[in-house]
């Protein structure tokens, strides 16, 4: 009895989750600038279009721009989950990196 | 209580309660498969299912925190702590609520565990960070926070059966 409800608990949490990440994918467009947000302030925007690289925090992790593309390349955190995180371009994509408080999102 | 049996539960406690600094030790070293903040397998939950589940919930609530208040300090930062604790606060909570009701096996259990651990963080997230946002994790994290759950929870139903005859 208990294991049916542990499966029906299991089976709707799986639903609910993939109908959610769904829904946030397919309503995705591609966003036009990177905002770089700390705590929740946005001290700077870059246009997707414009490669480069840009430190941020002083140069404790660095913005990179390419192909409307934007990503971390170093970042001197404990974790480098930012890091992993990979490109993002679409709108409300984001990478953050918990140690320094910091969020780059696509808008 | 005799004398005795008190100084049985302290030792017992204390054994998990290393045991779970250790799941956190080997956690904190461990890549982890998702690059999300917060998504994690949640080892300790072993420890933590397995003394709700045999020794109850007061056990199973100092256990939680000290391990919380101790691993962010040795193998963590501020910020840690703070997620941590908002995660294993929710989801202790509801564990509790759950085996007192008895809806729920240990997978159940478990599983509502690794997802309310995840709620959590984001919810201190949303507090920490300010900003709604957050929230964008919120169907990665439900789904991370499920399957790592019932892993979980297999592992700590199966140590509880056979931790049976040890009559802790």
């Known amino acids: 009895m208990r294991t049916r409800r542990d499966l029906i608990l299991i089976l709707s949490l799986l639903a609910i989750g993939l109908l959610l990440f769904l829904l946030l994918r397919l309503t995705a467009r591609e966003g036009e600038r990177v905002a770089v947000i700390l705590e929740n302030t946005t001290v700077a925007e870059y246009p997707l279009n414009v490669d480069g690289e840009f430190p941020l925090l002083g140069g404790k992790n660095t913005l990179v721009i390419e192909n409307g593309e934007a990503y971390i390349k170093d970042s001197q955190c404990p974790d480098h989950t930012c890091e992993r995180t990979g490109r993002i371009s679409k709108v409300r994509e984001r990478i953050v990196c918990l140690p320094h408080r910091l969020t780059v ?3 | 209580m005799k004398n005795s049996t008190r100084l049985r539960r302290m030792t017992t406690l204390s054994l998990l309660f290393a045991l779970a600094m250790i799941f956190s030790f080997v956690e904190s070293r461990l890549p982890t498969f998702i690059p999300i903040p917060g998504v994690k397998l949640g080892l300790c939950n072993v420890v933590i299912i397995f003394t709700l589940l ?5 056990s199973a609530i100092a256990v939680s925190l000290l391990r919380v208040l101790l691993s962010s300090i040795l193998f963590g930062n501020a910020a840690a702590f703070f997620y941590s604790l908002a995660g294993a606060i929710l989801s202790l909570a ?3 609520l759950s085996k007192h009701f008895r809806l729920f096996s240990a997978v159940g259990i478990s599983v509502l565990g690794g997802v309310m651990h995840n709620i959590g963080q984001l919810l201190m997230a949303w507090i920490l960070l300010g900003t709604a946002g957050v929230m964008y ?21 199966y140590l509880s059966k056979r931790a049976e005859s040890l009559k802790l």
């Open chain 2, 137 to 157: 994790y919120l169907p990665v994290l439900l789904i991370a926070g499920t399957v790592a759950g019932a892993l979980i929870g297999l592992l700590a139903a």
């Open chain 2, 54 to 58: 045999s020794l109850g919930a007061p």
């Open chain 1, 105 to 107: 999102k696509v808008v």
């Open chain 2, 94 to 96: 509801v564990m509790i």
